[in-house]
Structures are given as C-alpha cells and as structure tokens.
C-alpha cells in the first residue's frame, strides 16, 4: 500500500489522503456520475452531507461499482437542523438507508452553532456527540469528527465527550490557514480536513503559482492539492467534470520543495475574510 495515499486517524482508522467533495453536485445522474468517475481513476474517499442532499446519488455509485465497499471512504455531516440524541441516531439511521450501507466510515457534526440551536449550542453538540460515540462503539461509524469547528468549540465538546473528535473539516487554501485551529488539532491528533482547497478556483492566474505550475510541469490546480498533502492536510476538491476530477488525483507523483511550499503559503488569500461559525446564519 502506497502510504502517501493514506493518512492514520487517531483510532488507527486509515484514511484515503484526497477525496471527492459533493457539495453543490445535484442529486441524480449528476452526482452520481461524478462518483463513479471519481471512483473509476483511483479515488477512495467520497465526501457527502446530509444538507448535500445527494447521499442516495452517492450511494447508488458506490453500490454500482466493482470496488469492495470496505475499500472506500463515505464522509457524511449531521446536518444543522438535527440536534439531540434521539433525533441524531434517527437522522444517522435514514443516512445509511440513503448510502445504501451498513456504515459510515467517517461522520462530522457539520458546523458548531447553527442558528436553531444557538441558546444552547454546548449541550445541543454534547447530546449528538453522545450519539456519535454510541453508533460508533456498535460499529455503525468507522469514525466520528467534526467541521468548522473552533478550539473553543472542541474544549466545549471534550467536556463531556469520552472520545475526542478524530477529524476538524475547516476552509483551507494557499493564502487561507486559520494557524489557530491548524495548531490546535495538531497538539490534539485531530486530523485537519480542507474543504475549497482550490480557493473555489480564484487562485488560478496568481502569478507565483502558474510560475510554480510550469517548473513542475503540473497545473496550478495539482499544484494546490500537493501543497496540501505535504501540509498534512486532507483536501477535498469537488467537481462534476470528468477530466477535471481525474487531473485533481493525478497530484502522488512529484513533491514540491520547501522554498516553494513557502512560497504558495504566502500568495493572497482568495477569499474575503475568515469564516466566523458563532455568526452563520442556517
């Protein structure tokens, strides 16, 4: 096994090192063509969510392929408008259902303080947690995490929780790394997940990164996802189109040295400012 394509998860969990994201890719032929030819050039981790509303599509391309299931990777996110112990099995239950699977390999609550639960976000996360660990001790989830969650989210989790989230899914790209997080997980094992790892695609004419691109012979777009994976971050680029998803997993055949990497770290951020979950409003 090829180890650069596997990151370890804290419970010795292995974890495919890129994934396909779907947000945004319609439920129907849509997603489902996407992760079927996701699957066909190599990629073993396919990244859903419930508010994603494609997790049937999802499921359909997984069932529909030759590959074992226990040789891919299905994230799936609790969704905003769950809460709740009960109501967290019950919704964890129709995604298996929608999957088409005995299990969820991975499952993160999707952000820390949605709007609906904004009086009581601490307890809210605390009783969907207690759920995620009684699903995962029966074996129904490989491994349970979160998303868009701050050091100060997790603390409030690690309060009650008897199993420290495994993964952090966070927005990350060249010019886009909250080091306050980034730090944290790493002192905690978490491993750190990014989502608009391409910096939804407003990086591609920066001068120093087509530079880049052209001295390893590789787009800008490889270019990014390689600088990721050296990171020791997860990137999880999504597309529907056929040959863009095949050039995002062709990114294990060169490495990029370390001026350079300091170099695509320092470009400009391509978004407009940080994401503030305590203020999101859905």
Known sequence: MNQELYFTLSNKVSIPSIALGTWLSENGPVATNAVTDALNVGYRHIDTAMMYGNEESVGTAVKQSSIPRNEIFITTKLSNIVRGYKETI?????????????????????????????????????????????????????????SNFEPHHIEALLETATIAPMVNQIRISPGDEPSEIIEYCKEKNILVEAYSPLGKGKLMNDKVLTDLAEKYGKTVGQLILRWHLQKGYLPLPKSVTPSRIKENYEVFDFVIDQNDMDLISKVESPFDGPIIPDEITF
Not at 98 to 112: A, G, S
Not at 114 to 140: L, Q, T, V
Request: aromatic content about 12%; cysteine-free; proline content about 4%.
């Open 90 to 146: 019950e919704a964890i239950n129709k995604s298996l259902k929608l999957l088409q699977t005995d299990y969820i390999d991975l499952i993160l609550i999707h952000w820390p303080n949605p709007i609906m639960f904004r009086d009581n976000w601490k307890e809210a996360n605390a009783e969907s947690w207690r759920a995620f660990e009684d699903m995962y001790k029966e074996g129904k989830l490989r491994a349970i995490g979160v």
